[in-house]
């Protein structure tokens, strides 16, 4: 009799501890860390612009975990090294999706790494938020596009051209349905492309380019080479006497980080268009760049890309907040309209698209591997993903027949 009630009261313990338990692993669970990818290239050719992009997701991760996380969660963030290859970056998200379970992946710089990205955010209904300026023709529910769209860099940046240095134009990067969109804006504002050049990612062939815009004597070079290759181009222009006061370069993907590793003095006085530059005096700037200094030295800069990462986890977490959920499918609708006020000024982004509001600058390359700003929109200018040149279905039809093309040679 004394054992059976030993027994029947060890069964009510078990019973009492079960219940208990069951109450509180929820709340133990949601204290468990959020986990976030940050995918970007910490090796290869473009390690030079990615690494300090990285560098600025983690600022923004370290300064809402100290302010006590979100939703009482703190961010775990995992890193991820993309090493300059597409194919890298599309199995590294599978697998920060699949065995990671994150809730959501920062990163990405090239379009054939977004490209391939979405590709998988979209087929696991993940959230990608991207950090780069980019072609646009693309408008996917699962990437927030947090950087620019041609009609906010390129567009302002040709039409400033113009405006100032010239209308003959000569076109060098290693994008053709970039090229294609810019011959559009050139052409639309009564201006000249006489000649192009493609330098694919890793080619380090500049003289047949310099010797191209020598022979076409344009009144500016437009710029969209990526990555180190940069290094070569502008010392070869230098070589062979092209000068900023002769053809001006005006570059749409090179930014502080670039300068600090590059001969300067074979790039002053050329140009650049970005929504962001360290140099704008406010206040959201100065304390951004003396936090990211503070966290990483002040040997370090900052950039267009890295303000549009440092904010976009910052729209994630404001998203997160509003859902009250990490889930994507419950974050993206919060997303929408939701506003910041950036370094670069106040951004949102959009009612019906997750692409993003952003002002334009041009900035002049100074010695000291800072930009002077020349000029400034007074506003933040809505994106227009398919520039209205063409209609979507036509840039989606060139865009198709390029990659076409490119698969067959």
């Known amino acids: 009799m004394i054992k059976k009630w030993k027994i029947i009261f060890v069964l009510i313990i078990f019973a009492i501890f079960g219940i208990i338990l069951w109450r509180i692993?929820?709340?133990?669970?949601?204290?468990?860390?959020?986990?976030i990818g940050i995918l970007h290239s910490l090796s290869g050719d473009l390690a030079i612009s990615e690494q300090p992009v990285a560098n600025a997701t983690m600022l923004a991760i370290k300064e809402i975990n100290n302010a006590g996380g979100i939703l009482g969660r703190q961010i775990e963030a995992l890193v991820v090294d993309g090493k300059s290859d597409e194919n890298v970056f599309a199995a590294e998200a599978q697998r920060l999706i699949e065995e990671e379970k994150v809730a959501a992946?920062?990163?990405?710089?090239?379009?054939?790494?977004?490209?391939?990205?979405?590709?998988?955010?979209?087929?696991?209904d993940s959230l990608l938020f991207y950090p780069v300026q980019f072609e646009g023709l693309e408008n996917s529910p699962n990437?927030?596009?947090?950087?620019?769209?041609?009609?906010?860099?390129?567009f302002p940046g040709?039409?400033?051209?113009?405006?100032?240095?010239?209308?003959?134009?000569?076109?060098i990067g290693s994008d053709q349905i970039l090229h294609e969109?810019?011959?559009?804006?050139?052409?639309?504002?009564?201006?000249?492309?006489?000649?192009?050049k493609y330098l694919a990612q890793g080619d380090k062939n500049i003289e047949p380019v310099i010797q191209a815009i020598i022979d076409a004597q344009p009144n500016v070079i437009l710029n969209n080479i990526e990555g180190d290759a940069n290094i070569l181009f502008f010392t070869?222009?230098?070589?062979?006497?092209?000068?900023?006061?002769?053809i001006p370069t005006m570059s749409f993907s090179i930014s502080e980080p670039e300068l600090q590793?590059?001969?300067?003095?074979v790039m002053t006085g050329d140009y650049a268009t970005w929504s962001y530059f360290e140099s704008i005096d406010n206040h959201e700037n100065n304390e951004f760049y003396k936090k990211f200094i503070e966290m990483y030295g002040e040997k370090n800069t900052v950039s267009d890309a890295m303000e549009a990462a440092y904010f976009g986890v910052y729209l994630w977490k404001q998203a997160v907040e509003k859902a009250q959920s990490i889930v994507p499918k419950n974050v993206r609708p919060a997303l929408n309209n939701q506003a910041f006020d950036a370094p670069q000024g106040l951004i949102h982004i959009a009612e019906s698209s997750l692409h993003t509001w952003s002002f334009a600058r041009v900035g002049k390359i100074r010695s000291d591997k800072q930009f002077a700003i020349l000029w400034s929109s007074e506003k933040s200018i809505k994106p227009e993903p398919y520039p209205t040149s063409r209609s979507p279905e036509e840039w989606n039809s060139l865009r198709k027949n390029i990659m076409e093309q490119k698969g067959s040679q």
């Open 236 to 246: 070869e222009l230098r070589k062979r006497g092209i000068t900023p006061e002769k």
């Open 105 to 124: 992946i920062f990163g990405c710089w090239t379009s054939p790494s977004r490209i391939r990205v979405k590709n998988v955010v979209e087929k696991y």
């Open 158 to 171: 040709i039409a400033w051209c113009m405006k100032h240095l010239g209308k003959k134009f000569f076109l």
């Open 143 to 154: 990437i927030v596009y947090t950087s620019t769209t041609p009609n906010q860099q390129m």
């Open 181 to 196: 969109i810019i011959k559009d804006v050139v052409f639309a504002y009564d201006g000249s492309v006489v000649g192009e």
């Open 261 to 265: 590793l590059f001969n300067v003095d």
């Open 25 to 35: 692993l929820p709340a133990i669970k949601s204290k468990n860390p959020i986990k």
